[in-house]
């Protein structure tokens, strides 16, 4: 089988991104980039893998959080493969997404530049 997948950004829960579908495959690639402001008081960045279905309500496949520590931890970036993690508890997830995120600037203007590369 394959799925049509998307991706939804939310920074502290809030959607602020919707990548394109890719239609009918289980290795998208999406090459999009974001930038966007990150509030001082932010808590985490979570990338939902979604499949888009005409006929009923989108499958959530797998997400993945970025938590502030994270950025800590990682001050000049990070690139690589994430695996997805589950969602809902009955679910079971398989997967992984390719993301290459930045904190760029300042203490006092940070932005965030995440690129959603591929999944599979």
Do not use: N
């Not at 950004?9 to 930038?35: C, H, N, Q």
């Not at 520590?69 to 969602?87: F, I, N, Q, R």
């Not at 508890?89 to 932005?111: A, F, K, Y």
């Amino acid at each position: 089988g394959s799925s049509d997948p998307y991706c939804i950004v939310k920074i502290d829960d809030e959607a602020i991104i919707r990548t394109a579908t890719v239609w009918k495959t289980l290795s998208p690639f999406w090459g999009e980039e974001y930038e966007v402001q990150l509030q001082p008081g932010f808590h985490s960045i979570s990338i939902y893998v979604m499949d888009e279905d005409a006929l009923s309500r989108d499958d959530v496949i797998g997400k993945v959080c970025i938590t502030r520590d994270m950025l800590a931890e990682h001050p000049k970036g990070y690139s690589g493969w994430v695996s997805l993690s589950e969602v809902d508890p009955d679910e079971e997830v398989q997967g992984e997404i390719h993301l290459r995120v930045e904190v760029l600037g300042s203490q006092g203007s940070r932005r965030l530049r995440c690129s959603v590369l591929e999944a599979r």
